[in-house]
C-alpha cells in the first residue's frame, strides 16, 4: 500500500489526564504518521460511561497541544471518518454485535452480578482458580446458548443483565505478529468470552475499537503492551467480521527509575517528578505537571522518544521532523524503558541553551510574576536571559536563580562578608566605586578593565575584591560572569547597590 494511505491512530480513554506513558504512545503514532506522509487521527473512547471524567478530554487535547502534537483528524478538527468521539458513535455498535449473534460468533448472555460471582466460586471449590465465562463455563449460565424458545425471546426483550457476548473457538491457537514481538500467540481456551455490547446498548472498548479502527480505515495500531493480549480478541473479532487487521505494534513499559515495575501516577509525588504532561487536579489532589513544572515541550519529547526506540545513528538531540525522518516501527524496543528524571532535565537544558533569547522568554513567560514583567523592559530581560541560559535547567528556576537582576539583594552572606570584608576594602572600594563612576560606557570589558586594573595597579589582590564585588551585587557568591551582570544591571545600580552594601558592611568592620 502507498504509505501516503496509512491511516494511524490515538484511542485515548478519557478516564483520567494523559499519563506520560500515553504522551508517548501518542508520539510513536504521530512519528509514524509523519515519517510514512499518512495520517494522525485522534480517537476518544469513551463508551465506558462509569469511568468517564469530566474535563479529561480537554484535558488530553490541550496536552497535545501544548506538546505540538496536531492531529489530522479529530473531535473538534473534523475529518472524512467522524465523528471522533465513541459516545457519538452509539448507533453504529449494536447492529455489528447482532451480525456476530446471527453468525454463531457471539451469544446474548442475561446472568446477574450475584449469578456471575457464583459461577466463580463453584469454579473454586472445584479447584479453577482462574474461573471465567468461557466454554467451560457458558453452557451452566443463562444465555442464548442454554436457554431458547419464549423464554429466550423474553429475556431477550426485558432481562436487566442483558449483554451479548463474543463466542471464544476451542482449542485454537490465535496467532498474530506485531512488529516489536514479532510473532505472538494466544490459546484461546485461555481466553473469556468477553462482553462486546452492554445492556445500554453501549459497546465495550474491544468490540468499538474495532468496528472504528474499519470504519475509519486505521491500517495500524501502535499502543502500549498492556493492550496485548486484548489483542487476541481483536483478532477474533475481524476475522468473525471477515476484515482485514491493522498492522499492530505494541510498545514497551515505562518504568519506574528503579527499573522494577510499571511507572505508575503515584511515582511522580514518590519520587519528586511529574508523570502527566500538564498538571491535573483531582478531588482534594494535584499532581503535577511537566508543563507547570518548567520543561520544555520539545525538550520532553525528545527525552519520551528515545524512552523505547533509537535512531540508528544514535543521535540525542532531535526536533520533531528528525524524530520523524528517522522514526521506524522495527526499531523499538521490547524491554521496558526506565523512566530516568535526570535525563529528562538534561534534555531540557540542553533546549534552553540551544535557543534564542526570545524564544526563552516567549516560553517561560509563564513563569515570570507581574512584578518582573511590569518593572523590567523586554531588552532588559533579554539580556539577563543571555546570562542565566547556561545556568537553568527548567523555565520555572529562572525567577529564583536570577534574582538578583530584578530585587537588590536584601541580604548578604554574612559568614563571607565577616571573613574577607576589612578596613583597607573599605577604603579601596570606595576608590574603585569613583573610578566606575566616572566610566561612560559601561560595557564589561571597561568594568574589568577598571576594577583590574585598578587592583593591580595598587598591587591588590583579585581573590580578596572580586569576590565582595560579587556580594555587593547578588548578595552572594554565585552567578556568571561579575562584570556581565553588572554591565546589565547598569551604572545607575551598580552604583546604588555599592553604597547600600558598604553601609551594610560597615557594622563588620572592628
Ligand atoms: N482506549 C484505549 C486506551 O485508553 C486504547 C487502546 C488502543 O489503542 O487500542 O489506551
Given at each position: 500500500?502507498?504509505?501516503?494511505?496509512?491511516?494511524?491512530?490515538?484511542?485515548?480513554?478519557?478516564?483520567?489526564?494523559?499519563?506520560?506513558?500515553?504522551?508517548?504512545?501518542?508520539?510513536?503514532?504521530?512519528?509514524?504518521?509523519?515519517?510514512?506522509?499518512?495520517?494522525?487521527?485522534?480517537?476518544?473512547?469513551?463508551?465506558?460511561?462509569?469511568?468517564?471524567?469530566?474535563?479529561?478530554?480537554?484535558?488530553?487535547m490541550s496536552s497535545l497541544k501544548w506538546l505540538g502534537l496536531?492531529?489530522?483528524?479529530?473531535?473538534?478538527?473534523?475529518?472524512?471518518?467522524?465523528?471522533?468521539?465513541?459516545?457519538?458513535?452509539?448507533?453504529?455498535?449494536?447492529?455489528y454485535a447482532e451480525e456476530l449473534v446471527s453468525k454463531g460468533?457471539?451469544?446474548?448472555?442475561?446472568?446477574?452480578?450475584?449469578?456471575?460471582?457464583?459461577?466463580?466460586?463453584?469454579?473454586?471449590?472445584?479447584?479453577?482458580?482462574?474461573?471465567?465465562?468461557?466454554?467451560?463455563?457458558?453452557?451452566?449460565?443463562?444465555?442464548?446458548?442454554?436457554?431458547?424458545?419464549?423464554?429466550?425471546?423474553?429475556?431477550?426483550?426485558?432481562?436487566?443483565?442483558?449483554?451479548?457476548?463474543?463466542?471464544?473457538?476451542?482449542?485454537?491457537?490465535?496467532?498474530?505478529?506485531?512488529?516489536?514481538?514479532?510473532?505472538?500467540?494466544?490459546?484461546?481456551?485461555?481466553?473469556?468470552?468477553?462482553?462486546?455490547?452492554?445492556?445500554?446498548?453501549?459497546?465495550?472498548?474491544?468490540?468499538?475499537?474495532?468496528?472504528?479502527?474499519?470504519?475509519?480505515?486505521?491500517?495500524?495500531?501502535?499502543?502500549?503492551?498492556?493492550?496485548?493480549?486484548?489483542?487476541?480478541?481483536?483478532?477474533?473479532?475481524?476475522?468473525?467480521?471477515?476484515?482485514?487487521?491493522?498492522?499492530?505494534?505494541?510498545?514497551?513499559?515505562?518504568?519506574?527509575?528503579?527499573?522494577?515495575?510499571?511507572?505508575?501516577?503515584?511515582?511522580?509525588?514518590?519520587?519528586?517528578?511529574?508523570?502527566?504532561?500538564?498538571?491535573?487536579?483531582?478531588?482534594?489532589?494535584?499532581?503535577?505537571?511537566?508543563?507547570?513544572?518548567?520543561?520544555?515541550?520539545?525538550?520532553?519529547?525528545?527525552?519520551?522518544?528515545?524512552?523505547?526506540?533509537?535512531?540508528?545513528?544514535?543521535?540525542?538531540?532531535?526536533?520533531?521532523?528528525?524524530?520523524?525522518?528517522?522514526?521506524?516501527?522495527?526499531?523499538?524496543?521490547?524491554?521496558?524503558?526506565?523512566f530516568d528524571i535526570d535525563k529528562a532535565l538534561w534534555f531540557?537544558?540542553?533546549?534552553?541553551?540551544?535557543?534564542?533569547?526570545?524564544?526563552?522568554?516567549?516560553?517561560?513567560?509563564?513563569?515570570?510574576?507581574?512584578?518582573?514583567?511590569?518593572?523590567?523592559?523586554?531588552?532588559?530581560?533579554?539580556?539577563?536571559?543571555?546570562?542565566?541560559?547556561?545556568?537553568?535547567?527548567?523555565?520555572?528556576?529562572?525567577?529564583?536563580?536570577?534574582?538578583?537582576?530584578?530585587?537588590?539583594?536584601?541580604?548578604?552572606?554574612?559568614?563571607?562578608?565577616?571573613?574577607?570584608?576589612?578596613?583597607?576594602?573599605?577604603?579601596?572600594?570606595?576608590?574603585?566605586?569613583?573610578?566606575?563612576?566616572?566610566?561612560?560606557?559601561?560595557?564589561?570589558?571597561?568594568?574589568?578593565?577598571?576594577?583590574?586594573?585598578?587592583?593591580?595597579?595598587?598591587?591588590?589582590?583579585?581573590?580578596?575584591?572580586?569576590?565582595?564585588?560579587?556580594?555587593?551585587?547578588?548578595?552572594?557568591?554565585?552567578?556568571?560572569?561579575?562584570?556581565?551582570?553588572?554591565?546589565?544591571?547598569?551604572?545607575?545600580?551598580?552604583?546604588?547597590?555599592?553604597?547600600?552594601?558598604?553601609?551594610?558592611?560597615?557594622?563588620?568592620?572592628?
Open positions: 500500500m502507498d504509505s501516503s494511505k496509512f491511516r494511524i491512530r490515538f484511542a485515548p480513554s478519557p478516564t483520567g489526564p494523559l499519563h506520560i506513558g500515553g504522551v508517548r504512545t501518542a508520539l510513536y503514532n504521530y512519528l509514524f504518521a509523519k515519517k510514512t506522509g499518512g495520517k494522525f487521527i485522534i480517537r476518544i473512547e469513551d463508551t465506558d460511561q462509569n469511568r468517564y471524567v469530566e474535563g479529561a478530554e480537554d484535558y488530553i496536531f492531529p489530522d483528524e479529530g473531535p473538534g478538527i473534523g475529518g472524512d471518518y467522524g465523528p471522533y468521539r465513541q459516545s457519538e458513535r452509539k448507533h453504529l455498535y449494536a447492529q460468533h457471539a451469544y446474548y448472555a442475561f446472568d446477574s452480578a450475584e449469578d456471575l460471582d457464583k459461577m466463580r466460586t463453584e469454579q473454586e471449590t472445584l479447584g479453577n482458580h482462574s474461573a471465567k465465562y468461557d466454554s467451560n463455563t457458558r453452557v451452566s449460565m443463562k444465555n442464548s446458548l442454554t436457554v431458547s424458545g419464549k423464554e429466550l425471546a423474553d429475556l431477550i426483550q426485558n432481562s436487566e443483565n442483558k449483554v451479548i457476548r463474543l463466542k471464544i473457538p476451542n482449542d485454537e491457537t490465535i496467532v498474530f505478529s506485531d512488529m516489536v514481538r514479532d510473532e505472538v500467540s494466544f490459546q484461546s481456551n485461555l481466553l473469556d468470552d468477553k462482553v462486546i455490547l452492554k445492556g445500554d446498548g453501549m459497546p465495550t472498548y474491544h468490540l468499538a475499537n474495532i468496528i472504528d479502527d474499519h470504519l475509519m480505515e486505521i491500517t495500524h495500531v501502535i499502543r502500549g503492551e498492556e493492550w496485548l493480549s486484548s489483542t487476541a480478541h481483536h483478532i477474533l473479532l475481524y476475522r468473525f467480521f471477515g476484515w482485514e487487521a491493522p498492522v499492530f505494534t505494541h510498545l514497551p513499559l515505562l518504568l519506574k527509575p528503579t527499573g522494577k515495575g510499571k511507572l505508575s501516577k503515584r511515582d511522580g509525588a514518590k519520587f519528586g517528578f511529574p508523570v502527566f504532561p500538564m498538571a491535573w487536579n483531582e478531588g482534594e489532589e494535584t499532581y503535577a505537571g511537566f508543563k507547570e513544572d518548567g520543561y520544555d515541550p520539545d525538550a520532553l519529547l525528545n527525552f519520551l522518544v528515545l524512552l523505547g526506540w533509537h535512531p540508528a545513528d544514535d543521535q540525542e538531540i532531535m526536533n520533531l521532523d528528525q524524530m520523524a525522518a528517522a522514526f521506524s516501527l522495527e526499531a523499538i524496543v521490547k524491554s521496558g524503558a526506565r531540557n537544558q540542553q533546549y534552553i541553551m540551544s535557543y534564542e533569547n526570545s524564544v526563552i522568554l516567549y516560553r517561560m513567560s509563564s513563569f515570570l510574576p507581574e512584578s518582573i514583567t511590569n518593572n523590567f523592559d523586554e531588552a532588559y530581560l533579554l539580556s539577563v536571559i543571555e546570562l542565566m541560559k547556561q545556568r537553568i535547567q527548567k523555565y520555572s528556576d529562572f525567577v529564583g536563580e536570577a534574582l538578583f537582576f530584578f530585587k537588590s539583594p536584601d541580604a548578604y552572606d554574612e559568614k563571607q562578608v565577616r571573613k574577607r570584608y576589612n578596613d583597607e576594602l573599605a577604603t579601596e572600594l570606595k576608590l574603585i566605586r569613583s573610578k566606575l563612576s566616572m566610566l561612560e560606557e559601561f560595557t564589561a570589558e571597561n568594568l574589568s578593565d577598571t576594577v583590574k586594573g585598578y587592583l593591580s595597579d595598587n598591587s591588590l589582590k583579585m581573590g580578596a575584591y572580586l569576590p565582595v564585588i560579587r556580594i555587593i551585587m547578588c548578595g552572594a557568591m554565585t552567578g556568571p560572569d561579575l562584570f556581565e551582570i553588572m554591565k546589565v544591571l547598569g551604572k545607575e545600580e551598580v552604583l546604588r547597590r555599592w553604597d547600600v552594601a558598604l553601609n551594610n558592611f560597615s557594622s563588620y568592620l572592628s
